[in-house]
Each structure stands twice: as structure tokens, then as C-alpha cells.
């Protein structure tokens, strides 16, 4: 059900809000996306 | 291959050619049709809907589509990726093949087409997206034009202004890239317009930034599409080099799209977000707009990465076709299926069935100079003349 705001403010600190959290999964899921996709490349850098 | 099939295929009648030419003919009578009885004699435009298919596929499809000549030359130029070199040439083909079609297309669509250089040479509105979309698109092809010449210019032996062009290559392709930057995502802009026709799923003020950044692994996923057929149809036309390079450019080209595609549907998901779009997507527009957004961005990316880490050229090669449809599906979505989605059905724009034909028509003329040009130029091999001189 679409909730109802009064104001723009209750507006922006609802979307905002899960906005922020989707932020902070993306952050982590882009670091994961990147190992999985390089994870096989042969490694370049000396040991 | 026996003898006689061999020689049914060079023969004039071999099925590519009657195909195309049946399809050719039927396109000139509509053409015929187009220009003496108008819009409305073979198309379903109207008031509520002035663009249609041929807005939708020739112009919104065939420009993201086309933006392989801007990647894979900003690779290999820019950022110095040399091991890309040997698909530059295709790519900036196919480009330059597709905006020249663009551009003949808008002649079909625009009302009165002889007036299209008037934004450039007659009257400019600086303040319109549209106008910027013109100017951008008429300089980009001339661009194209320039950038593809050394090819013809090989084959036709004109070896001194080959070398000037050559020279060019770095300034073009800077130039290349700005203009790309400006109207790609200018195309998304034009819809910036009708906030109260577009469903607001698709409507979004970052619809310019999605346009742009879409039409970045459209180009990769079309380079990789192109690379496929042309492997299967012109195989005996592809030097060692080029054959070489080719898995390379495959598995380069997929971890790009593969990347760009994740930031894309990150930004998406932060979009629907942002504008609180989620009581929508429970409706029937809001599941087609899942199935765009899973089906044909989050999927294939997955594919993409699967394929790299795996080294599955074959997945790589069907991924791109799907990102190809994806892309298609995503600028019909926003052009036409989300577009006006408030009015009742009787007032909905299906396209007629010679607008279809006219399309078709277009995409076959597209195939028959693309075919007569990497049959006669260097375009999957260097000219022996010129070896090692790029």
C-alpha cells in the first residue's frame, strides 16, 4: 500500500531513507559483483 | 560444399539475394506510397502519438546500437587498448552504416524531410534538446564518415589523403566521444518533456544518464553481436590478426558491459527508490518493467560475469545477443509502451503493418552495403599495402 506523506520533508526522509540502505548494500554487493568477476583473471602483480 | 552448391551460392539468384530483393522491392513501392500519399497513407501516427516504430527502432535503437564506434575506438585510442584494434573498424562500420540510416530513416518520419538541415544551416533553436540531437547526430556523421574513409580510401589506392585522414584518427575520436556523450543521452532528454505521459516507472529525471549509460553497453554487447555473424558469414574475409584479437575482444568487451551493467541497474533500483515507485511495480506495467529490469539487465549481466570467469565464449556470444533485445525492449518501453499509458487502448499507437515493412526495408539495405563494403574493403584485414601503418 503507497504510504501517505503530509509533507515533502516526510516524503524525502522516507525515500531517502530506504535510498540510503539500498546505498549501503550496493556498496558492498558492487565489491562481491567484482571479485566474482575477476576472481580467474591470472594475477599480474609481483609476490 | 559440393561444386554445383558453390556455384548456386555465387550465382545472382542465391536465397540472400532474392530475400533481399523481394524485400527491396516491396520497400521501394512503400517508399513510393510514403512520398506521394504522406504520413497517413501507410502509418498509424497520430495527434496523441507522433512517434512511432520508426522513432522507436530506426532512431532510439539504431543510435544505442551504433554506439559500438564510440566505445571501441575511445578502447583502442583513448585509453590505449591496443589489443581492441582489430574490431575498431568493424565497429565504426556498423556505426557509420547505422546513423546514416538514422538519418535516412528521419526522412520517412519527419513530415516534410527536405526541410531537415534548416535546425543547421537556416533557423537554430539553441534551446531545444531536439535541436541539440540534430546537430549532434549531423556532426557525429560526418565523423563517422572520416573515421571509416581509410578503408575505402585502401581500396580505392588514394594513398595520399589516406595519410591525412589517418592523422585525424585521435582528434575524431575525441570528437567522436563528446558528441556520443552529448546525444546519447540527449535522446533520453527528449522525453524529459511529457513527465504526465510517461508511466512513472520508466519517467525519470535521470532518464539522460540511463540513455548514455545503456547506450555504452549496447554498443560493447552490439560489437560482440556483430563479431558473431560476421565470424559465421565472413570468416574467409578475416586476417590471422583479426582472428586472433577476436576472443580477446570478447572477453574484454564482456567484463566492460558486464561492469557498466551493474552500475546501471544499481542506478535504476536507486531511481525507483528515489521517486518511491514501489506501489507500482505490483501492477501489470510494474511486472513488465521487472521483466525488463531482470530479464534483460540483471540477467545478462550475470551471464556476462559467468562467461568471463568461465571463459565461455559461447554464452558470451548469446548474452550479447539477449543484451541487444534487452536494449531494444528498454527504448520501446519508454517510447511507446510507457508513453501515453493513460489513454484507453482505442487511442494507442500499434504500428501499421508498412511501417513495420519500412523498417524491415531499412534494416535489409543496412545488411546488403555492409555485406558489399567487408567484401571488397579492409575492413577484418589489413590491406597489404598498408601493413603495420595504422
Same mark, same amino acid.
Given at each position: 500500500m503507497e504510504p501517505v506523506f503530509f509533507t515533502l520533508q516526510d516524503f524525502f526522509t522516507f525515500s531517502k531513507g530506504i535510498t540510503y540502505v539500498l546505498m549501503g548494500i550496493a556498496l558492498v554487493a558492487m565489491v562481491a559483483m567484482w571479485n566474482f568477476l575477476v576472481g580467474r583473471d591470472e594475477k599480474h602483480w609481483p609476490e | 560444399m559440393s561444386e554445383e552448391a558453390t556455384a548456386a551460392n555465387q550465382s545472382?539468384?542465391?536465397?540472400?539475394?532474392?530475400?533481399?530483393g523481394v524485400i527491396v522491392l516491396i520497400g521501394i513501392v512503400l517508399t513510393v506510397l510514403r512520398f506521394t500519399g504522406g504520413l497517413g497513407a501507410i502509418t498509424n501516427l497520430?495527434?496523441?502519438?507522433?512517434?512511432?516504430?520508426?522513432?522507436?527502432?530506426?532512431?532510439?535503437?539504431?543510435?544505442?546500437?551504433?554506439?559500438?564506434?564510440?566505445?571501441?575506438?575511445?578502447?583502442?585510442?583513448l585509453f590505449g587498448m591496443k589489443k581492441y584494434h582489430?574490431?575498431?573498424?568493424?565497429?565504426? $562500420?556498423?556505426?557509420?552504416?547505422?546513423? %546514416? *540510416?538514422?538519418? #535516412?530513416? &528521419?526522412?520517412?518520419?519527419?513530415?516534410?524531410?527536405?526541410? =531537415?538541415?534548416?535546425?543547421?544551416l537556416y533557423q537554430q533553436g539553441t534551446t531545444s534538446v531536439l535541436f541539440e540531437v540534430g546537430l549532434c547526430v549531423f556532426l557525429?556523421?560526418?565523423?563517422? $564518415?572520416?573515421?571509416?574513409?581509410?578503408? %575505402? *580510401?585502401?581500396? #580505392?589506392? &588514394?594513398?595520399?589523403?589516406?595519410?591525412?585522414?589517418?592523422? =585525424?584518427?585521435?582528434v575524431l575520436t575525441i570528437f567522436g566521444v563528446i558528441l556520443s556523450t552529448m546525444h546519447q543521452s540527449s535522446l533520453g532528454a527528449l522525453f524529459l518533456i511529457a513527465p504526465s505521459k510517461v508511466h512513472p516507472l520508466w519517467y525519470s529525471t535521470?532518464?539522460?544518464?540511463?540513455?548514455?549509460?545503456?547506450s555504452i553497453f549496447a554498443g560493447l554487447s552490439m560489437v560482440i553481436f556483430e563479431s558473431t555473424l560476421s565470424h559465421h558469414y565472413f570468416h574467409d574475409k578475416m586476417d590471422k590478426t583479426h582472428l586472433a584479437e577476436s576472443s580477446h575482444v570478447t572477453f574484454g568487451f564482456a567484463k566492460a558491459a558486464c561492469w557498466i551493467m551493474a552500475?546501471?541497474?544499481?542506478?535504476?533500483?536507486?531511481?525507483?527508490?528515489?521517486d518511491n515507485d514501489w506501489h507500482y511495480l505490483g501492477?501489470?506495467?510494474?511486472?513488465?518493467?521487472?521483466?525488463?529490469?531482470?530479464?534483460?539487465?540483471?540477467?545478462?549481466?550475470?551471464?556476462?560475469?559467468?562467461?568471463?570467469?568461465?571463459?565461455?565464449?559461447?554464452?558470451?556470444?548469446?548474452?550479447?545477443?539477449?543484451?541487444?533485445?534487452?536494449?531494444?525492449?528498454?527504448?520501446?518501453?519508454?517510447?511507446?509502451?510507457?508513453?501515453?499509458?493513460?489513454?484507453?487502448?482505442?487511442?494507442?499507437?500499434?504500428?501499421h503493418w508498412m511501417e513495420i515493412g519500412i523498417t524491415v526495408f531499412l534494416i535489409t539495405v543496412f545488411v546488403i552495403v555492409f555485406r558489399f563494403i567487408v567484401r571488397r574493403m579492409p575492413i577484418f584485414y589489413e590491406h597489404p599495402d598498408y601493413k603495420g601503418s595504422h
Open positions: - | 545472382v539468384f542465391n536465397p540472400f539475394n532474392i530475400v533481399a497520430s495527434n496523441n502519438n507522433p512517434w512511432g516504430i520508426w522513432i522507436s527502432f530506426d532512431l532510439l535503437c539504431g543510435v544505442a546500437l551504433a554506439a559500438g564506434g564510440y566505445t571501441t575506438s575511445a578502447a583502442c585510442y582489430s574490431a575498431v573498424r568493424p565497429a565504426i $562500420l556498423t556505426a557509420f552504416l547505422g546513423y %546514416a *540510416l538514422v538519418v #535516412l530513416a &528521419l526522412h520517412y518520419d519527419v513530415g516534410r524531410p527536405w526541410r =531537415l538541415p534548416y535546425p543547421i557525429y556523421l560526418n565523423v563517422l $564518415l572520416i573515421e571509416y574513409s581509410p578503408a %575505402a *580510401l585502401e581500396w #580505392l589506392g &588514394l594513398n595520399t589523403v589516406r595519410k591525412i585522414v589517418v592523422k =585525424l584518427t585521435l535521470y532518464l539522460p544518464v540511463f540513455f548514455f549509460i545503456s552500475g546501471y541497474f544499481t542506478m535504476k533500483v536507486f531511481d525507483l527508490s528515489m501492477t501489470s506495467y510494474g511486472i513488465w518493467y521487472l521483466a525488463e529490469l531482470l530479464g534483460f539487465v540483471a540477467l545478462p549481466c550475470f551471464l556476462y560475469a559467468v562467461g568471463v570467469r568461465d571463459k565461455n565464449i559461447k554464452l558470451i556470444k548469446w548474452t550479447a545477443f539477449w543484451t541487444v533485445l534487452g536494449i531494444i525492449v528498454n527504448r520501446f518501453n519508454v517510447s511507446l509502451v510507457a508513453f501515453n499509458w493513460q489513454l484507453p487502448s482505442s487511442e494507442r499507437y500499434f504500428p
